[in-house]
């Protein structure tokens, strides 16, 4: 396995790393994160962002030690640790991950659609439009999806404003008592913040197309600390909106707060929110599976395009069949418990083996 180099002309400054990660972090998850992580934490759920924006932090610093070490992306990774076989196995869990996270924002996000806004229109057909386009997307290369990345979140910040809109009708006695709540409770709250947060490990997949890649860590944690900054304000204006338990049952607090919204020319503002939404979201759709079918490609040696229609076809076949099914609730119950573990705990081991057979190589 060779370590992924790739053509200057292909590469992007390091300064683009900040819309990487903040773009993709910031998403589907910040339209009900708040649900979850009231269930667990309440008033107390400033304290589990705050220590998930930590861990984000130091994993981020964990991928730039791992590739000071070993050039390339984590397909490298894992062969140079691992060897041929063992390593194309890991790297494979990678590429599932990514894949399950981009299915996972496009069905959430199509399901938000139908609920608000087109509940006549299939799924599928709503689904295929986008998809049509992510695909358009990743075939124009990498520096495309950055471009994408980038003008979701330069064109998309104004929408700042109905968090801040949400404060006049707001009680801040609402945000105590606070610490109020068990270690236990914290920890389980971070968890829940998972698909708000999660993101940065795409980090691992686009990290060789970084000019001087090494000089865009700032960059990176940067985006991780604007993530977590966001996720604060919307959190504390969530509970000082809504009653707690109210918080509690609320599917999507976000855009439920926006239907308060009234301007003279446009009464239900939240169908804006959520067509506006789109491009928010799409670096979230684009990027997993830029990066699985890039996985793919480098494991299997094929045409990216490929593994990229192959996708295509089982989201398409899983929002005809298994549309019914309440993909956060399987996002929160199932996928976000394993794969926060899987990042948190193999970024560390990795590195760790890394170091050791760095080592053992010198004797």
Avoid: C
């Avoid at 169908?271 to 490609?297: C, D, E, F, H, Q």
């Avoid at 549309?323 to 929160?332: E, G, K, Q, S, W």
Wanted: charged fraction near 10%; proline fraction near 4%; charge should be positive.
């Amino acid at each position: 396995m060779n370590q992924a180099t790739v053509n200057e002309k292909y590469k992007v400054s390091p300064f683009y790393v900040f819309f990487l990660i903040h773009g993709m972090q910031t998403g589907l998850g910040a339209l009900s994160f708040q649900r979850e992580l009231a269930k667990f934490t309440g008033t107390d759920g400033w304290m589990s962002i705050l220590l998930a924006g930590l861990i984000i932090h130091l994993l981020i610093w964990l991928i730039y030690k791992i590739f000071k070490m070993v050039p390339g992306d984590i397909i490298y990774a894992n062969h140079y640790v691992f060897g041929k076989w063992m390593g194309s196995f890991f790297s494979f869990l990678f590429i599932l991950y990514f894949f399950i996270l981009g299915m996972t924002v496009i069905v959430g996000y199509i399901r938000v659609i139908h609920v608000w806004m087109f509940d006549d229109v299939p799924a599928w057909a709503l689904v295929t439009v986008f998809l049509i386009l992510i695909y358009y997307i990743i075939s124009g290369g990498f520096r495309t999806v950055t471009g994408i990345a980038f003008l979701s979140i330069i064109i998309s910040y104004w929408l700042l404003f109905f968090p801040f809109y949400g404060i006049k009708y707001s009680d801040f006695t609402g945000v105590l008592p606070i610490f109020d709540h068990s270690i236990l409770d914290i920890l389980k709250g971070t968890r829940s913040t998972s698909l708000t947060m999660l993101g940065f490990e795409m980090l691992l997949m686009y990290y060789p197309f970084i000019k001087k890649a090494e000089t865009s860590q700032k960059f990176a944690h940067g985006g991780a600390l604007t993530t977590t900054l966001l996720a604060l304000i919307v959190y504390f204006v969530s509970i000082a909106f809504y009653p707690l338990k109210l918080l509690t049952l609320t599917l999507w607090p976000t855009l439920t707060m926006t239907s308060i919204i009234e301007l003279p020319f446009i009464q239900r503002f939240e169908y804006i929110t959520i067509s506006w939404w789109a491009i928010i979201i799409i670096p979230n759709m684009v990027i997993p599976l830029w990066a699985a079918s890039r996985g793919i490609k480098r494991v299997f040696n094929i045409q990216q395009k490929y593994p990229l229609w192959i996708m295509s076809i089982i989201i398409i076949l899983v929002n005809i069949f298994y549309y019914d099914i309440d993909i956060l609730h399987v996002t929160n119950k199932i996928i976000n418990p394993y794969s926060v573990s899987f990042i948190v705990l193999y970024l560390p081991l990795l590195f760790v083996l890394i170091k050791i057979k760095k080592k053992w190589k010198r004797f």
